[in-house]
């Protein structure tokens, strides 16, 4: 697989045209587990500077989210453990629902995922720079880009066929999960932020 810059944005390019060609390539660069790992660690890395940048611009570092990302580290935690989740979960929930897909793929696919959103977010940062209505624009791109891309990448990984069928499987998915930490959150005692 040519990891050399040109190549990358080719793919990415091509990936967000057709999600299922892209995660078969991908796929196909049989990377060992220890590059998978470390894939997932650069991009969460770079997410979270990158986060940490564009809320920064964005509200400051006092506002309401400001308070609770201050910093590269929390940012850090917070992408890593919801990238592994989202791995877990789209190998766990695909399998549970007749697919052939596995973890290291699903680990490979959300690293790759990640990356594509990374592109996005240095697009917003320099939307916020040069021209702030349009990065907002860009959020709503990007989610459509991120909803796009991880039906094609879970349809790929499991084989399934109906990419309705799975969009339909990931937003059931996401908002059981949503529920399931609301209520961990509730029962630690944890509530959210107030505004004034």
Same mark, same amino acid.
């Given at each position: 697989?040519?990891?050399?810059?040109?190549?990358?944005?080719?793919?990415?390019?091509?990936?967000?045209?057709?999600?299922?060609?892209?995660?078969?390539?991908?796929?196909?660069?049989? !990377?060992?587990?220890? *590059?998978?790992? #470390?894939?997932?660690? &650069?991009?969460?890395? =770079? %997410?979270? +500077?990158?986060?940490?940048?564009?809320?920064?611009?964005?509200?400051?570092?006092?506002?309401?989210?400001?308070?609770?990302?201050?910093?590269?580290?929390?940012?850090?935690?917070?992408?890593?453990?919801?990238?592994?989740?989202?791995?877990?979960?789209?190998?766990?929930?695909?399998?549970?629902?007749?697919?052939?897909?596995?973890?290291?793929?699903?680990?490979?696919?959300?690293?790759?995922?990640?990356?594509?959103?990374?592109?996005?977010?240095? !697009?917003?940062?320099? *939307?916020?720079? #040069?021209?702030?209505? &349009?990065?907002?624009? =860009? %959020?709503? +791109?990007?989610?459509?880009?991120?909803?796009?891309?991880?039906?094609?990448?879970?349809?790929?990984?499991?084989?399934?066929?109906?990419?309705?069928?799975?969009?339909?499987?990931?937003?059931?998915?996401?908002?059981?999960?949503?529920?399931?930490?609301?209520?961990?959150?509730?029962?630690?005692?944890?509530?959210?932020?107030?505004?004034?």
């Amino acid at each position: 697989m040519d990891t050399s810059f040109p190549a990358l944005m080719g793919l990415i390019r091509d990936t967000v045209i057709d999600p299922r060609a892209g995660a078969r390539r991908v796929l196909q660069a049989r !990377l060992p587990m220890n *590059a998978r790992w #470390l894939a997932l660690a &650069l991009v969460v890395v =770079l %997410s979270a +500077l990158a986060g940490n940048l564009a809320l920064r611009l964005a509200m400051g570092p006092t506002g309401m989210m400001g308070g609770l990302l201050a910093g590269p580290v929390p940012s850090l935690v917070l992408q890593a453990t919801v990238l592994f989740v989202m791995a877990s979960v789209m190998h766990a929930v695909g399998r549970m629902m007749g697919g052939g897909g596995n973890f290291p793929d699903a680990l490979l696919l959300v690293a790759f995922l990640q990356g594509i959103m990374l592109v996005i977010q240095l !697009l917003q940062i320099a *939307a916020l720079l #040069l021209l702030p209505p &349009l990065a907002g624009l =860009l %959020s709503i +791109l990007g989610f459509a880009v991120f909803l796009w891309v991880l039906t094609g990448f879970v349809a790929e990984l499991h084989g399934f066929r109906s990419l309705l069928g799975v969009l339909g499987m990931i937003v059931v998915t996401a908002f059981g999960v949503a529920f399931l930490v609301a209520l961990m959150l509730a029962m630690l005692g944890v509530t959210p932020p107030q505004t004034v």
